[in-house]
């Protein structure tokens, strides 16, 4: 069975620019969280989204914008990048029902983000 | 806010030791506390859940502990190898999402 993928894997932009990242799930999974991870720090949460409504929001601006398909897959915005947005952009797929807190999450490879 | 936090960003240990891992936390009363490894330029891979009315839980050669009064969880790793060099990052589960902690490098020498 194939795991969460993301594409791109990696991706250059330069500050002031809009980026979409992408997310399929783990089939049958149809929760999909988005996570930031800054170098040196642990994944921070920015959206999850179940049945393709918004069910958690993380401390983002609103330049940070997500969407979730009718097959589960995801989208991440990001508008008017700033340097600050560079990181690694984690997707990952759960079954629960909503609330993450019962259930592990499966993480996608992430995309590597750079802002010049 | 909630603060995790982490033992030590690194730890080196010899190989076929016993590593341990303290991840410790204030300002919340998570129902669950779980443990992913973590690859360089890779996303975590879950390892452990363990629930608030759980002490201890094994899986092969990890054990977590979790303590809910010292607001606390231990990650062992027995019998280490090589091969478990990576970071481990513990992770409270909120209502709809995990907080994650900083992670600690663990290296073990051959």
């Known amino acids: 069975d194939a795991g969460v993928t993301q594409s791109p894997t990696h991706l250059i932009k330069t500050r002031g620019q809009h980026v979409t990242l992408r997310c399929s799930p783990i089939?049958?999974?149809?929760?999909v969280s988005w996570y930031q991870q800054v170098l040196g720090q642990g994944p921070q949460f920015i959206f999850q989204?179940?049945?393709?409504?918004e069910r958690g929001r993380g401390n983002f601006p609103d330049r940070f914008s997500a969407r979730q398909f009718p097959n589960y897959s995801s989208e991440l915005n990001v508008n008017a990048l700033l340097l600050g947005d560079s990181a690694l952009y984690l997707c990952?797929?759960?079954w629960g029902q909503g609330a993450l807190r019962s259930y592990e999450q499966y993480f996608g490879p992430g995309t590597r983000l750079t802002v010049t | 806010s909630q603060k995790i936090e982490q033992n030590s960003e690194a730890l080196n240990i010899q190989e076929g030791k016993t590593a341990t891992l303290t991840c410790n936390y204030t300002?919340?009363?998570?129902?669950?506390l779980q443990w992913y490894r973590q690859d360089p330029g890779r996303g975590p891979v879950f390892l452990l859940l363990?629930?608030?009315?759980?002490k201890e839980k094994r899986k092969e050669r990890l054990k977590v502990t979790f303590d809910t009064t010292l607001k606390q969880s231990l990650f062992h790793i027995t019998a280490s190898q090589p091969a478990d060099s990576a970071t481990y990052l513990c992770?409270?589960?909120?209502?709809?999402?995990?907080?994650f902690g900083t992670g600690t490098r663990l290296t073990v020498i051959p």
């Open positions: 089939s049958g999974h149809k929760s």
């Open positions: 989204y179940y049945e393709k409504e």
């Open positions: 992770a409270l589960s909120g209502a709809n999402n995990l907080f």
């Open positions: 300002n919340y009363s998570p129902a669950y």
């Open positions: 990952a797929s759960s």
């Open positions: 363990i629930r608030e009315n759980e």
